[in-house]
């Protein structure tokens, strides 16, 4: 890692009111606890579960786990410094906390993808779906998700990590994200710059159409179901991704309308906020609250544990 004199940045947060640190530390701190919680509900439902050992659960899983690696990556750092007061962190750590947001953000992208894919496969090709979506398929699925991501973001850390920081350390956010790291560095970063934005753009266009064209062949099936229970059914096994796919890539399209130059920082804190800490805890409730089977594997597990407890009990 190549630098001038700078080896410690200073992290400003969200807000540099110290009144508003308190409000923000237990705001985080809830919405963490119960994205955590939430999302390993969703882990073990889809690990002990007889029910939930489909592919859509599987990806489910998948996603959970993705969504708990996402916001530990960069929440409880903040939590950490709102904590002790102490905002520096090391150009190490840094470089890190860059590498493993990137990569579980582009993943999750791709992963969304696979799961439109795999409802079109089940709703426009049920006699087959088996066939299609089996257990190495849906392996091999998730694994060029996670391949897709290293092969994105590893070539742009080399890069990276070859900036130089020669005046500034102060990085306008509340963690370390290429773009405001970007616009500190002293280094020639022109060429850093386009291949983010290629790569980004590269990885929200392909995902995104994807999605839609999953979606445009299941909403056109959809439509020539005979009967209207039918109709609502598939739409069900449908919205919480469509809402989760919504809320994902609305995020990322808030990011570029910008009001103006001075409201731009203010504006890609709160979208990140929104992906990095709100969304992972909302996502474990849009599944579960719009999901029967997820529903009543939480309701028999539930009761599965009340029984085990009045057996020791009566021991």
């Given at each position: 890692?190549?630098?001038?004199?700078?080896?410690?940045?200073?992290?400003l947060?969200?807000?540099?009111?110290?009144?508003?640190?308190i409000?923000?530390f237990?705001?985080?701190?809830?919405?963490?606890?119960?994205?955590?919680?939430?999302?390993?509900?969703?882990v073990?439902?889809?690990?002990?579960?007889?029910?939930?050992?489909?592919?859509?659960?599987f990806?489910?899983?998948?996603?959970?786990?993705?969504?708990?690696?996402?916001?530990?990556?960069?929440?409880?750092?903040?939590?950490?410094?709102i904590?002790?007061?102490?905002?520096?962190?090391?150009?190490?750590?840094?470089?890190?906390?860059?590498?493993?947001?990137?990569i579980?953000?582009?993943?999750?992208?791709f992963l969304?993808?696979?799961?439109?894919?795999?409802?079109?496969?089940?709703i426009?090709?049920?006699?087959?779906?088996?066939?299609?979506?089996?257990?190495?398929?849906?392996?091999?699925?998730?694994?060029?998700?996670?391949?897709?991501?290293?092969?994105?973001?590893?070539?742009?850390?080399?890069?990276?990590?070859?900036?130089?920081?020669?005046?500034?350390?102060?990085?306008?956010?509340?963690?370390?994200?290429?773009?405001?790291?970007?616009?500190?560095?002293?280094?020639?970063?022109?060429?850093?710059?386009?291949?983010?934005?290629?790569?980004?753009?590269?990885t929200?266009?392909?995902?995104?159409?994807?999605?839609?064209?999953?979606?445009?062949h299941?909403?056109?099936?959809?439509?020539?179901?005979?009967?209207a229970?039918?109709?609502k059914?598939?739409?069900?096994?449908?919205?919480?991704?469509?809402?989760?796919v919504?809320?994902?890539?609305?995020?990322?399209?808030?990011?570029?309308?910008?009001?103006?130059?001075k409201?731009?920082?203010?504006?890609?804190?709160?979208?990140?906020?929104?992906?990095?800490?709100?969304?992972?805890?909302?996502?474990?409730?849009?599944?579960?609250?719009?999901?029967?089977?997820?529903?009543?594997?939480?309701?028999?597990?539930?009761?599965?544990?009340?029984?085990?407890?009045?057996?020791?009990?009566?021991?």
């Open positions: 890692m190549k630098n001038c004199t700078i080896t410690i940045f200073i992290l947060g969200l807000t540099n009111d110290p009144q508003l640190q409000p923000i237990v705001f985080l701190f809830f919405t963490y606890m119960l994205s955590i919680t939430g999302n390993l509900t969703i073990f439902l889809t690990i002990f579960d007889v029910h939930l050992k489909t592919p859509m659960y990806f489910l899983q998948n996603f959970a786990l993705l969504e708990i690696s996402f916001t530990s990556a960069c929440i409880p750092r903040y939590l950490y410094n904590a002790t007061g102490d905002r520096s962190i090391t150009y190490s750590f840094c470089v890190i906390q860059v590498f493993f947001t990137d579980f953000g582009v993943i999750e992208f969304l993808a696979i799961m439109s894919y795999d409802r079109y496969v089940a426009c090709k049920p006699l087959h779906y088996i066939t299609i979506m089996n257990r190495k398929v849906c392996r091999n699925l998730v694994l060029c998700c996670w391949l897709a991501g290293f092969l994105i973001i590893f070539p742009l850390l080399t890069l990276f990590v070859n900036l130089k920081f020669c005046s500034s350390n102060i990085i306008d956010y509340f963690f370390c994200d290429a773009s405001p790291i970007l616009k500190i560095s002293c280094s020639d970063t022109w060429l850093i710059e386009q291949l983010v934005i290629v790569c980004a753009v590269l929200f266009i392909l995902t995104l159409v994807c999605v839609v064209l999953s979606y445009i299941i909403i056109k099936t959809i439509v020539r179901f005979p009967s229970q039918q109709r059914k598939a739409f069900s096994t449908c919205s919480s991704h469509m809402i989760v919504s809320i994902t890539y609305g995020s990322c399209i808030f990011i570029y309308v910008k009001p103006s130059a409201e731009s920082v203010a504006i890609n804190k709160g979208v990140a906020l929104l992906m990095t800490s709100v969304a992972p805890m909302l996502n474990p409730f849009i599944y579960t609250l719009r999901n029967k089977q997820v529903r009543q594997a939480f309701s028999d597990s539930f009761k599965k544990l009340a029984l085990v407890s009045k057996k020791k009990e009566i021991v």
